[in-house]
């Protein structure tokens, strides 16, 4: 035994130096920040590497159109009175003789109800014939009743009621208390009525989006912008489908931050410093403050304004870089925008990966000195 362990002494050296030598290279949580420098189109890597200034922040910043077009924001509100197919009457008829034309014996009223419109727009009234009831008012069919009754009956009486069918009513399906076919009233003819006897959206009104669809034609907004824009609150048309939904945006945060993870936008736009709050912040142990990147590919169009070129292809690679520890660099994180999809990467400071290089080569030369005394020992024995 003791002479295993004399002979295994320049072994143990051996693999002393080899564990010292690998732990230069100990695992990280990414690149740093030269290295990530070193992926610039000016280094002849292939992604734009941009550090933000307030002018690249403008630059970057991409506004999502929100909110109807003309063609919902000019459209008047509807009639809720004029009758139209699908629609449900009631027709009340009193006469001034004993023995009348639509009364039972011994009654003067007579209650003819559930009449619905047909699909051509008519209606069937005993005595009357079939009536062109859609288009009209209830007053307006009221008088043409009475007009074609009173050829055969003294002076009739006519009342007309409507309850409203399938073909004046919306369709409200989504994130709403109570989702269905609502029918098209006085008092829900615009976008925020509606909603509100429907029991209103039931997420956050910053993510939720409420998109109107008319025909071929579509618009959203925000349910924030609706509630502080009256001109949003656009008038309803027969047939129209509303959805409300919960818009899901997130970036992913990596690196040398405190939650490493796919984190949600906590609203519809957020600004880099927002974010970083959202995941728990820098590391404080870890992090360098000089190296905050943000990856996303952008559009022709951005990437034209931000490298002040012309004619860029769409889906260009870029990594935004913003420090910290520069004047102006946390202004400069509460201007920039983070997008859905993002990712944010922090880098760690150079001191961390010479501690972990450090410690690793600690505990190896301290793991080869014990067995190195140990052999010395059996040796000496």
């Not at 362990?5 to 290279?25: E, F, N, Q």
Request: some cysteine; hydrophobic content about 40%; charged content about 20%.
């Amino acid at each position: 035994m003791i002479l295993q362990l004399t002979r295994l002494r320049p072994a143990i050296l051996s693999a002393s130096l080899i564990l010292l030598t690998a732990a230069c290279d100990l695992p990280r949580s990414g690149p740093n920040l030269d290295e990530v420098l070193s992926g610039a189109k000016t280094e002849g890597g292939e992604v734009n590497v941009v550090l933000v200034s307030q002018d690249i922040a403008k630059a970057a910043h991409q506004h999502e159109a929100r909110g109807f077009s003309k063609h919902f924001l000019n459209a008047a509100r509807p009639s809720t009175e004029t009758i139209k197919p699908g629609d449900v009457l009631s027709i009340t008829v009193w006469e001034n003789v004993d023995n009348g034309l639509l009364a039972t014996a011994g009654q003067k009223v007579t209650l003819l109800d559930g009449i619905q419109v047909d699909e051509a727009g008519r209606i069937f009234v005993p005595y009357a014939g079939r009536i062109e009831a859609s288009g009209r008012s209830p007053e307006q069919l009221r008088q043409q009743v009475t007009r074609l009754l009173g050829d055969q009956t003294p002076d009739p009486q006519v009342e007309v009621r409507r309850k409203p069918g399938d073909g004046t009513s919306v369709r409200v399906i989504g994130k709403v208390a109570l989702q269905g076919v609502k029918p098209l009233q006085p008092s829900t003819r615009s976008l925020t009525a509606l909603l509100a006897a429907s029991g209103g959206a039931t997420t956050d009104p910053d993510l939720t989006r409420v998109t109107v669809r008319r025909g071929s034609q579509e618009g959203s907004v925000l349910m924030s912008d609706l509630l502080g824009n009256g001109a949003y609150d656009i008038a309803l048309r027969p047939n129209d489908t509303i959805v409300v939904e919960e818009e899901k945006r997130s970036f992913t945060a990596l690196g040398a931050t405190t939650t490493q993870a796919l984190v949600p936008f906590p609203k519809a736009e957020i600004t880099l410093v927002e974010a970083l709050a959202q995941a728990g912040g820098l590391s404080g142990n870890t992090a360098d403050p000089t190296g905050i990147f943000v990856f996303r590919r952008e559009p022709g169009r951005v990437a034209d304004r931000v490298l002040g070129v012309q004619g860029s292809a769409d889906g260009q690679p870029f990594a935004y870089v913003v420090d910290l520890t520069q004047p102006g660099g946390f202004f400069i994180a509460r201007e920039f925008q983070v997008q859905d999809g993002d990712t944010i990467y922090i880098t760690e400071a150079p001191f961390v990966g010479w501690a972990r290089v450090i410690e690793a080569t600690s505990s190896t030369l301290n793991f080869g000195t014990t067995l190195i005394n140990l052999a010395d020992l059996a040796q000496d024995s």
